[in-house]
């Protein structure tokens, strides 16, 4: 029972090129056809993009607070020139609708974000959500995106190999990570991948007893 401190959240479902990429077709397949029918391709995103504009006008009126969409951002396979080209617009066109309405608009992303750092900055999105940190498999460090998206809050995932470390390792990972973090305010740790059955109880216990011991 949250009480009065859970928020209602709407998923729009994933933006144009990451729902081809992550569920019509995959990075193979979507590759091909995009360099040998790109206007095939475009054609489609197109399509997507104006039925996905309903979805957000429906999300904007809505009772949610914040939106949210499972895109998956990674740049090894969202390269700079195809996220600047076929997310950045997006974002901005929806993060601009939502905004009207007071909405808070988060996007999921989980990969590696340091060749996408300063196009990331220039979306009209709230949340990088699922953020991950380098040691987890990610490529940009907490430091240079927080200086990066000072306007962007950061919402990171719990590495999932805290799972297998003692006690002492993963306490001492949760009080450096809040120490650099140095400040709430825009700043949140979650859970978004797979943990080990066997172990998340004993890892998310001590999670919270830090995080209670440092009131956060």
Request: hydrophobic share 40%; proline share 4%.
């Amino acid at each position: 029972n949250l009480s009065d401190d859970g928020v209602v959240l709407a998923s729009t479902g994933a933006s144009p090129w990451a729902k081809i990429l992550i569920q019509l077709a995959g990075v193979e397949r979507l590759s091909l056809d995009f360099y040998d029918n790109r206007w095939l391709v475009e054609d489609l995103l197109s399509s997507i993009e104006k039925k996905l504009g309903e979805v957000y006008k429906i999300a904007a009126n809505s009772p949610a607070e914040i939106i949210h969409a499972p895109d998956n951002v990674t740049g090894d396979v969202a390269e700079p020139k195809l996220f600047e080209k076929y997310y950045l617009p997006f974002y901005n066109k929806q993060g601009q609708l939502l905004h009207q309405q007071n909405k808070s608009y988060v996007v999921h992303m989980d990969g590696k974000l340091k060749s996408l750092k300063e196009l990331i900055k220039k979306t009209d999105i709230d949340v990088v959500e699922s953020f991950t940190f380098p040691e987890g498999g990610g490529d940009l460090s907490f430091e240079e995106a927080r200086a990066a998206w000072e306007n962007k809050s950061i919402i990171a995932n719990l590495p999932a190999f805290l799972c297998f470390k003692e006690e002492k390792i993963v306490k001492e990972y949760i009080y450096n990570l809040i120490n650099r973090a140095s400040s709430k305010k825009n700043f949140m740790l979650e859970i978004s991948e797979d943990l080990p059955h066997e172990t998340q109880g004993r890892t998310l216990s001590w999670v919270a007893e830090v995080m209670k011991e440092k009131g956060e």
